[in-house]
T-cell receptor, first 112, second 112 residues
Framework: GQNIDQPTEMTATEGAIVQINCTYQ??????LFWYQQHAGEAPTFLSY????GLEEKGRFSSFLSRSKGYSYLLLKELQMKDSASYLC?????????????FGDGTTLTVKP | EAQVTQNPRYLITVTGKKLTVTCSQN?????MSWYRQDPGLGLRQIYY???????DKGDVPEGYKVSRKEKRNFPLILESPSPNQTSLYFC???????????FGPGTRLLVL
């Protein structure tokens, strides 16, 4: 099975940098991804890591260490619109042919 | 426009009255999945399908049924809904082997 842990809540200031951590314990692994979800809306894809290292996409970066079962999402130059829930998820597409397990999400509040 | 659609978006029903939530995608995706989301929790996978006529259980399949007779449609069936199935439901789709899942807008279900 899969077990995914991420902080429940975080607060940061507009213009700052925030790092949201995610640890996982899995029986199978075929990639880790991050989604952003605003209240009452559908999740939207942010990033995907299958190999160790850092993936950068504009203000958002995601890091993966498979040996440590650890990932983080880095948000730079925070904006008020970044206030949302951030979901870490692990896929074991190959092992279990399509299972995806999500963490409970980290609610980020960006303050002026 | 590439999208995943769900109907209805909101539904209030009573215990035991069978209902179906439809999900349709126009991106020719092989993979489709249903999730439920409850307050303070992440997404929990109910069922998924790797292709037509291929379905499998996720983490919380009890009380739900699905079918995949056509590639574009993946309805979620609640044969005898109970109050503990009150939740926000999301349908998602992707190409097999691609981790980016596209989510529908969600269906908010209340079972009285």
């Amino acid at each position: 099975g899969q077990n995914i842990d991420q902080p429940t809540e975080m607060t940061a200031t507009e213009g700052a940098i925030v790092q949201i951590n995610c640890t996982y314990q899995t029986s199978g692994f075929n990639g880790l991804f991050w989604y952003q979800q605003h209240a009452g809306e559908a999740p939207t894809f942010l990033s995907y890591n299958v190999l160790d290292g850092l993936e950068e996409k504009g203000r958002f970066s995601s890091f993966l260490s498979r040996s440590k079962g650890y990932s983080y999402l880095l948000l730079k130059e925070l904006q008020m619109k970044d206030s949302a829930s951030y979901l870490c998820a692990v896929s074991d597409y190959n092992t279990n042919a399509g299972k995806s397990t999500f963490g409970d999400g980290t609610t980020l509040t960006v303050k002026p | 426009e590439a999208q995943v659609t769900q109907n209805p978006r909101y539904l209030i029903t009573v215990t035991g009255k069978k209902l179906t939530v439809t999900c349709s995608q126009n991106m020719n995706h092989e993979y489709m999945s249903w999730y439920r989301q409850d307050p303070g929790l992440g997404l929990r996978q109910i069922y998924y399908s790797m292709n037509v006529e291929v379905t499998d259980k996720g983490d919380v399949p009890e009380g739900y049924k699905v079918s995949r007779k056509e590639k574009r449609n993946f309805p979620l069936i609640l044969e005898s809904p109970s109050p503990n199935q009150t939740s926000l439901y999301f349908c998602a789709s992707s190409f097999v082997g691609q981790e980016t899942q596209y989510f529908g807008p969600g269906t908010r279900l209340l079972v009285l």
